[in-house]
């Protein structure tokens, strides 16, 4: 089983945890940016899953984002911020909705490109691995 489905919006890496101390207590909490774009990628996954994934599962991810004017030829963003990172906040976005936990990702395919028509957005593929032996046609993006 397959799903796909677009996420709107200008994609945010997700951050290290800010830790804050005062009057002796010491806390943790995720910048608030990246907790909101976390929420908008759970409500359009959920529009989708009726409920998670059991086993294991393959991602592809594709980053779309605006274009500064000095890169007009680029087609691959090559600065920051990090795929990894931007990877990260999606699957944190999906846990609960479209797989149980981000344990269960197998296989990954990313790529982080500039808009070249439409807006900025995450276009994602979630593939249940259960009863596929191949993974042909799954990395070719």
């Known amino acids: 089983m397959r799903v796909s489905f677009t996420v709107v919006g200008d994609p945010v890496p997700k951050a290290r945890a800010r830790t804050v101390r005062k009057g002796g207590r010491t806390w943790s909490f995720t910048p608030k940016k990246v907790t909101m774009w976390e ?59 479209a797989y149980g936990d981000d344990k269960q990702v197998v296989v990954k395919n990313a790529v982080k490109r500039y808009v070249i028509t439409g807006v900025p957005r995450v276009e994602v593929v979630v593939s249940a691995l259960l009863n596929q032996v191949r993974l042909e046609g799954f990395l070719n993006r």
Do not use: H, Q
């Open 39 to 97: 929420k908008v990628v759970k409500e359009e996954a959920s529009k989708y899953f009726p409920e998670p994934f059991n086993g294991p599962v393959a991602l592809a991810l594709a980053f779309y984002m605006k274009r500064p004017k000095s890169r007009k030829k680029d087609n691959y963003v090559m600065t920051t911020p990090d795929l990894d990172n931007l990877e990260k906040a999606v699957l944190d976005g999906l846990n609960g909705i």
